[in-house]
């Protein structure tokens, strides 16, 4: 028993160190620094652009203008809005996806298989790029936020505003208590950004390098095909939208999309080792 709980110990303090060095590498990474500041930049914009022109015209706030109803994915009708939205698979892949590629392709990947179980590496790497990719989309809404927060009066939304349409996924949680609604958003917007990095990291296969970047955003946008055969609430790009511009969106489908994608990339991630071993 003691050695068991000498091996579990040993394992998970190795799993941490990796971890680490994971993090460090990818936060010191300049492409996750500049998809970060292109992010920021861009809930930047939407605010100067579509908040700032109209903090005069409604100086003590309102239900139709406050930090709920405008932050940069709930205001639907800004370009702005619609670009984030676009670009969230862009902005969670291209800072750590192609580690794993690049690893495997350069010997580093070798390297660290003489020192630490190969296990404890794809396990570090998957944590890690997850973690980062859902990083890299939950910034800029917290900076828009943060704009919002400072310079616009938290009123609450109201239900009877024209200007809004009826939610069908936690309208009460908006109405009542935005700020969870907000906590909501943010979680699903982070877990949907690690997991579009998952299927870039799961594509180190492809022998283009771009491949693995582009393969995130090839699967993101294959799902607009659901808006052609009518049922637009598939679409990650409509109920990532905190406004739900599209009827019939509901938790249960979202998490069901969710496991299947994560599910499919796990299963790519853990079959491609043998393609590692010819590399």
Same mark, same amino acid.
């Given at each position: 028993?003691?050695k068991?709980?000498?091996?579990?110990?040993?394992?998970?303090?190795?799993?941490?160190?990796?971890?680490k060095?994971d993090?460090k590498?990818?936060?010191y990474?300049?492409r996750?620094?500049?998809?970060?500041?292109?992010?920021?930049?861009l809930?930047?914009?939407?605010f100067?652009m579509e908040?700032f022109?109209m903090?005069?015209?409604?100086e003590?706030?309102?239900?139709?203008?406050?930090?709920?109803?405008?932050?940069?994915?709930?205001?639907?009708?800004?370009?702005?809005?619609?670009?984030?939205?676009?670009?969230?698979?862009?902005?969670?892949?291209?800072?750590?996806?192609?580690s794993?590629?690049?690893d !495997?392709?350069?010997? @580093?990947?070798?390297?660290?298989?003489?020192?630490?179980?190969? #296990?404890?590496? +794809?396990? %570090? $790497?998957y944590?890690?790029?997850?973690?980062i990719?859902?990083?890299?989309?939950?910034?800029?809404?917290?900076?828009?936020l943060y704009?919002?927060?400072?310079?616009?009066p938290?009123?609450t939304?109201s239900?009877f505003?024209?200007t809004?349409r009826?939610?069908?996924?936690?309208?009460?949680?908006f109405?009542?208590?935005?700020y969870i609604?907000? !906590?909501?958003?943010l @979680?699903?917007?982070f877990?949907?950004?690690?997991?579009?990095? #998952?299927?870039? +990291?799961? %594509? $180190?296969?492809?022998?283009?390098?771009?491949?693995?970047?582009?393969?995130?955003?090839?699967s993101?946008l294959s799902?607009?095909?659901f808006?052609?055969a009518?049922?637009?609430?598939?679409?990650?790009?409509?109920?990532?939208?905190?406004y739900?511009?599209?009827?019939?969106?509901?938790?249960?489908s979202i998490?069901?999309?969710f496991i299947?994608l994560?599910?499919?990339?796990?299963?790519?991630?853990v079959?491609g080792?043998?393609?590692?071993?010819?590399?």
């Amino acid at each position: 028993k003691v050695k068991v709980i000498f091996n579990i110990t040993f394992m998970v303090g190795t799993l941490i160190n990796l971890l680490k060095l994971d993090f460090k590498r990818a936060i010191y990474n300049k492409r996750f620094l500049i998809v970060v500041l292109i992010g920021v930049l861009l809930s930047v914009a939407h605010f100067f652009m579509e908040v700032f022109p109209m903090i005069n015209v409604y100086e003590g706030g309102s239900a139709i203008f406050n930090p709920f109803v405008k932050w940069i994915i709930y205001d639907d009708f800004s370009i702005y809005a619609l670009i984030f939205l676009l670009t969230l698979p862009v902005l969670a892949s291209i800072p750590y996806s192609d580690s794993y590629w690049l690893d !495997l392709n350069s010997g @580093f990947a070798k390297n660290v298989y003489t020192r630490t179980k190969k #296990s404890n590496y +794809l396990i %570090s $790497r998957y944590i890690t790029n997850f973690i980062i990719g859902g990083i890299c989309v939950v910034i800029p809404l917290i900076a828009s936020l943060y704009l919002l927060f400072i310079t616009v009066p938290a009123v609450t939304p109201s239900i009877f505003s024209q200007t809004d349409r009826a939610k069908e996924m936690f309208c009460n949680i908006f109405y009542y208590h935005p700020y969870i609604y907000i !906590l909501i958003y943010l @979680f699903m917007n982070f877990m949907f950004g690690g997991l579009y990095a #998952s299927i870039g +990291l799961s %594509s $180190r296969f492809y022998k283009n390098r771009f491949l693995v970047i582009g393969i995130p955003v090839l699967s993101y946008l294959s799902m607009y095909i659901f808006e052609i055969a009518g049922m637009p609430q598939l679409v990650p790009a409509k109920f990532l939208s905190a406004y739900q511009s599209v009827l019939g969106i509901n938790i249960t489908s979202i998490i069901t999309i969710f496991i299947t994608l994560f599910v499919g990339s796990l299963i790519l991630y853990v079959a491609g080792e043998k393609y590692d071993e010819i590399i």
